[in-house]
Nanobody
Framework: QVQLVESGGDWVQPGGSLRLSCAAS????????MNWYRQTPGKERDMVAQ???????NYADFVKGRFSISRDKSGTRVYLQMNTLTPEDTAVYYC?????????WGQGTQVTVSS
């Protein structure tokens, strides 16, 4: 079993920035990608950003140019740099690890963007 722990969620004013972190409890083989998702009440969980072990990244259209996903060399930490935040970015952000053996999720971290 792998535990994922997110951190960095906070309240920020529109136009501000936040950096989310996700730490895996151990190194995992067979990782296909590490991802950030977000969810607001009553809505489905949407993928925000993805990074593969080779470093290929993908972003949802609604964050392109504003968010950046990265990881450390060990592959146990992944980050989400979020810039130019808007109130529409308010959500619970979840870290996800997609492996050949299944998917793992963190508990989520709240991001609130408001003035």
């Amino acid at each position: 079993q792998v535990q994922l722990v997110e951190s960095g969620g906070d309240w920020v004013q529109p136009g501000g920035s936040l950096r989310l972190s996700c730490a895996a409890s151990r190194s995992v083989t067979g990782v296909r990608s590490m991802n950030w998702y977000r969810q607001t009440p009553g809505k489905e969980r949407d993928m925000v950003a993805q990074i593969t072990p080779s470093g290929i990244t993908n972003y949802a259209d609604f964050v392109k140019g504003r968010f950046s996903i990265s990881r450390d060399k060990s592959g146990t930490r992944v980050y989400l740099q979020m810039n130019t935040l808007t109130p529409e970015d308010t959500a619970v952000y979840y870290c996800n690890m997609n492996t050949a053996w299944g998917q793992y999720w963190g508990q989520g971290t709240q991001v609130t963007v408001s003035s």
